[in-house]
């Protein structure tokens, strides 16, 4: 359409121009409503105690300190249940990235035999969902209630993440190679190692993010299957501190239970930066690989 | 059986209750043959030619993929374990469950847990709280991705565009309970920033979370901020592949630019716009319910509290299974029913259906 703007420049009537204000004014607001919480939280989280119980910070820092981060890499739980959390991480992506990809290969070879049956298979777990009960059953029987496992597996595969996966090797891994390669007598399990897999690391790469933020931000599951307290991952931690939190200093003077609420307040600034870094890091890869991801997906369910 | 890889690593009692939960399965008569049986001869057939020919394709294929065969067999028990085996599991929704006799020893009650549930006089407050708060969801979360897609298709490439759609995008990436804990810490009565504001403008501090009143719209609008940027991206790749010489030929017979969204931009996108209303239709009672229940506090119960919540209380703080399997399975239902009915609708009013 650039172009077209280009070449008709003088054509482009009055109100078309107010309509394009318009169209400026409207993304620039909604820009400043997506940008300012974010603005606020982060000049909150580096600016003094006194300062954010006082309502002084509304845009900028005010009178920087580092007091919030440094009560929360004290804090033995919020760190316990960041290490948890990079496990699960690591782990789930890990088995959910090489079952997504061992499941979607066999489904986009037309010669597969089943390919149609075990499609329609997965699909129709999108139709129906057993419901919370009968899953929360199902991983109570098999004994993995209150262990790392109850987080590992109930969610160790989409069906939409299998679906881009299909997708795209059917469009990337020509149908002509495999047969050049059979002709060969490459073995199927020689062909996905030694040349699908090479050819794929976009996808991976597409796979491992969306699975990987889901298991960082995820919390449900954990307050359902877990009870030790060892286990929690940091979003339940956060759950702890920064929503349902009642402790309050009981044999204190009230300077001193002042000071502690007003740490305790700012720490929820700098936990809600620090929950949210390892996401934020990725952030600009994520970017581009989840839209990338979301255009394969919806080119052909 | 064969222990795939994966498998082998976890827990001991797994493998044992996997090939439990498959005996479950092939009593309830459900046909789902993973790999060896796919070289059984189906005999008593109509057709019997097609069906040789079927066979060998599938010996073809066995004998050339074998490999792969047994590479899915991990995948496919997943699937069967946590995806079918809670299916047939929701038959506790009709039974008296216990932990002793186990799913198919506890005895059948037929409706009765359908019947305690629509006799309880909070089914239909439960009913209704997830019917509007869906509804009030769907009206602002479907329309304004779309909005920010055509106007953000509007401008030129640039600096601008590339970080409104980059700064748009960021919030879907934080999770529910940071964005909970960003909405308690923003619209706190006393130190809120929002409360803040309203106080310097000279109005009374409003106690967001703790009205049952405002509970819906706080829920809807934080969603519509978290989502909205990442929904349009779907648009916005719908919206580049429309014809660009029907931009020139409106062009020529004189349209506005709003003529041309109007004329050009918003039929091109129909197809996308239909799928995704269906597709959204079709969770319509499955929304956002990890949020629901963070932002649950005593003083909004009377509008928060909506099925799942309930099923979540009843059946896993209160491990009464069978009561809120029902209740659960009664919300799935409802949904099924409006995807098809939507589905339905769209099709013969647009053309376009997921099926």
Redesign the interface.
């Known amino acids: 359409?650039?172009e077209?703007?280009k070449s008709?420049k003088i054509?482009e009537?009055f109100?078309?121009r107010i309509?394009?204000i318009g169209?400026?004014t409207?993304?620039i607001i909604?820009?400043l409503?997506?940008?300012y919480?974010?603005i606020?939280?982060i000049s909150a989280s580096i600016s003094s105690p006194e300062a954010?119980?006082a309502?002084r910070?509304?845009l900028w820092p005010v009178d920087f300190s580092l007091e919030g981060y440094t009560e929360v890499f004290n804090n033995s739980d919020v760190m316990r249940g960041f290490s948890n959390s990079i496990f699960y991480t690591v782990a789930y992506t890990v088995?959910a990235v090489?079952?997504?990809v061992?499941?979607a290969?066999?489904l986009s070879?037309k010669?597969?035999?089943?390919r149609t049956f075990?499609m329609f298979?997965?699909i129709f777990?999108m139709?129906?969902?057993?419901?919370?009960?009968?899953?929360?059953?199902?991983v109570k029987?098999?004994?993995?209630l209150d262990?790392i496992?109850a987080i590992l597996?109930?969610k160790?595969?989409a069906v939409w993440q299998i679906i881009i996966a299909r997708t795209f090797f059917q469009t990337s891994v020509p149908e002509e190679l495999v047969e050049a390669s059979?002709m060969d007598g490459c073995?199927?399990?020689r062909f996905?190692w030694s040349v699908v897999l090479p050819l794929s690391k976009p996808i991976i790469a597409v796979l491992a993010l969306m699975y990987a933020?889901f298991q960082?931000?995820?919390?449900?599951d954990a307050m359902?299957f877990l009870r030790s307290e060892e286990l929690f991952p940091l979003?339940l931690e956060?759950?702890e501190l920064?929503?349902t939190q009642t402790e309050s200093g009981v044999n204190m003077d009230i300077a001193e239970q002042q000071k502690r609420e007003q740490l305790a307040?700012l720490m929820?600034?700098s936990?809600?930066v620090v929950?949210?870094l390892p996401?934020?890091i990725i952030?600009p890869f994520?970017?581009k690989y989840?839209?990338k991801g979301?255009?394969i997906g919806?080119v052909k369910? | 059986m064969i222990c795939p890889f994966i498998l082998i690593r976890m827990h001991d009692n797994f493998i044992v209750s996997a090939s439990f939960c498959g005996a479950n399965l092939e009593k309830e008569g459900l046909t789902l043959k993973p790999t060896t049986e796919m070289n059984q001869p189906l005999s008593n057939s109509v057709l019997k030619k097609q069906k040789v020919t079927q066979w060998k394709l599938a010996r073809k294929s066995f004998q050339k993929h074998w490999q792969l065969y047994l590479l899915i067999i991990p995948p496919v028990l997943y699937f069967i374990i946590f995806k079918y085996v809670p299916m047939i599991g929701t038959v506790i929704a009709f039974k008296d469950y216990n932990v002793v006799q186990g799913i198919m020893g506890s005895s059948w009650v037929g409706l009765k847990h359908f019947e305690a549930f629509f006799r309880n006089p909070v089914a239909w407050d439960l009913i209704q709280n997830t019917l509007y708060l869906s509804l009030y969801q769907l009206l602002v979360t479907f329309p304004l991705p779309i909005i920010l897609a055509l106007t953000l298709n509007e401008i030129k490439d640039g600096l601008f565009k590339r970080s409104v759609q980059m700064f748009t995008y960021a919030p879907y990436f934080i999770s529910t309970v940071v964005i909970v804990s960003m909405i308690v810490l923003m619209l706190s009565p006393r130190l809120g920033i929002i409360n803040q504001f309203i106080e310097l403008f000279g109005f009374e501090p409003v106690n967001f979370l703790g009205n049952a009143d405002l509970f819906r719209s706080v829920f809807v609008w934080s969603d519509a901020w978290q989502q909205t940027g990442y929904s349009a991206i779907i648009y916005l790749a719908a919206l580049a592949g429309v014809d660009k010489q029907q931009y020139e030929a409106a062009k020529v017979d004189g349209a506005s630019r709003i003529q041309r969204i109007m004329n050009v931009d918003i039929p091109g996108i129909m197809p996308a716009i239909v799928i995704i209303l269906v597709l959204s239709v079709g969770n319509l009672m499955a929304l956002g319910f990890e949020k629901v229940y963070l932002l649950q506090n005593p003083l909004n119960l009377s509008t928060s509290e909506i099925l799942q919540t309930y099923v979540y209380k009843m059946g896993i703080i209160n491990a009464d299974f069978s009561f809120s399997a029902a209740v659960g399975l009664f919300n799935s239902f409802v949904n099924l029913i409006l995807l098809v009915l939507v589905n339905y609708l769209a099709k013969r009013i647009s053309g376009n259906g997921l099926w």
Request: glycine letters at 6%.
């Open positions: 359409m650039d077209n703007i008709s054509r009537s109100t078309d309509f394009l169209v400026y409207f993304l909604v820009l409503i997506v940008l919480p974010l606020y939280i954010v119980m309502g910070v509304w088995i090489v079952l997504t061992v499941f290969y066999p070879r010669s597969f035999y089943g075990l298979f997965i777990t139709l129906f969902y057993g419901g919370l009960i009968p899953e929360y059953l199902v029987n098999l004994g993995m262990t496992w597996i109930p160790a595969m059979e073995s199927s399990l996905l933020v960082w931000n995820s919390y449900f359902v979003q956060l759950r920064l929503i307040n929820k600034y936990l809600i929950s949210s996401v934020l952030y994520a970017q989840f839209v979301m255009l919806s369910g």
